[in-house]
């Protein structure tokens, strides 16, 4: 054949885990079933519906509580190697602690896992996205230096009772959003909307809690069941705006304030947090008046309890943002973690946009993000837990846009697959439309659409959900497939 005319085919390694991504809340539903109580989501949802866009809850959802054979079938039709999903705490434990177990919520878990492992698709657990059981909020939540204990019997009730089977543990998914959105801020339960300091110690407990479970899982549950644990942290990318030294700066420091935090006390050889952000705010804090720093230090033995606590780095990944240190900032007039990194973002206009006012189309940004945390951590292996396209409901089926973020996406982690990042799955969020948290049901990210004023939350493919199929099967991106027709099927 002629050379010229060759496509140059690029492909993912056999042993590449391809899946797609949901969470408990937000397709479960039967928020209130066989005896599961009260989460932080529940709540919000039944007492601050003006805080959701469609005065939508999770109540029913997308109904997976009594349509999770659907859903697998979902996973079959994709031909996936993995599902991520996340266990509702309070279904396992009505009030948060190990003293009253739903034995029915751990029946729904067992049920879920058996029928996956029927057809082979590995489960990838999250023990928490996000819907702490309202008992425990009761009791500060995150902000309890409790929680960390809290948290572990959680862990090791779930490693006991699931882990014959689930070899792939998510502590936590995306502690910016739990602390920085629920505990600095308002747009997430518990809506605690303490900027100054809720940011900064609820991360401090999250990271805490990780380390004890992960320790836990090592010490007590790797040995005989042999799987891997690790955290999903959001990393969206951060680049300078322009080349010069203050830019850079402006970038480094962002990125700290985003998921430094976070990352740099558990992947870091230094350990702790990332110093530069530790300098900033004692010094912000002392001149605002508060007799210690907002951001509660490590002690040595703390630092060196949390490095390292990790076999994998779950990355969700969505869009990228230019940062500057004098143009496009914004006035913070109360003390926040922004404030205290103050710089300003930016997004050119030909990034295009989705339903999400925080995400765009923005150029090898797996890429950036995926490169520059291999050189900063050495290099761990990474899962992208996350990471998808929204779009209005009213969207037809066929989601062209939606095709070209999910190749533009995949190309740029061959990219950094070929520059020798240790990539070794990737997770659509999401397999189907589900509840988008104070979005309720106006933005829809599934590979199937959920037709939510139905009973049966009937499902049907979108023309993505093709085209991912067939990436999942040949390991290839072919920016000419065309699915036949829109019927799907088994393989
Ligand atoms: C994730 N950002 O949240 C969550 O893990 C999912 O539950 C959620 O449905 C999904 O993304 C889509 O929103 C994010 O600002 C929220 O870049 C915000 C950002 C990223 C992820």
Redesign the pocket.
Known sequence: GCLAQQKQERHFPSDFIFGAAT?AY?VEGGWNADGKGESIWDRLAHTKIQDVLDQSTGDIAADTYNNYKRDVEMMRELGLDAYRFSLAWSRILPDGTINNINEAGVTFYNNLIDEMLKYNIKPLVTLY??DLPQKLQDLGGFMNPLFPEWYEDYARLAFERFGDRVKLWITF??PR?ICYEGYGGYTKAPQVNRTDIGTYHCGKNLILAHAKAYRTYVTHFKPTQNGECGITI?V?WFGPLTDSKEDEYAAELRRQAEWGIYAEPIFSEEGGWPKEISEIVAKKSIEQGYKTSRLPEFTNEEKKFVQGTYDFFGV?H??SYLVSANEHKVDHPVPSILADVDVGVYRPPAWMPSA?T??VMAPNSVYNALTHLMRKYNNPPFYIT?NGW?EHPEAPLIDNVRIIYYRAALNSALDAIEAGVNLKGYMA??LLD?Y??TEGYTIR?GLYQVDFESEQRTRTARKSAFIYKQIVKTRVIDPDYEPDNMTMWID
Do not use: D
């Open positions: 969470s937000q996205h996000w998914n995306e959003e959001s969206n969700n969505y869009s999400s925080w995400l996350e929204s969020w999401s589900n988008e948290w990210f």
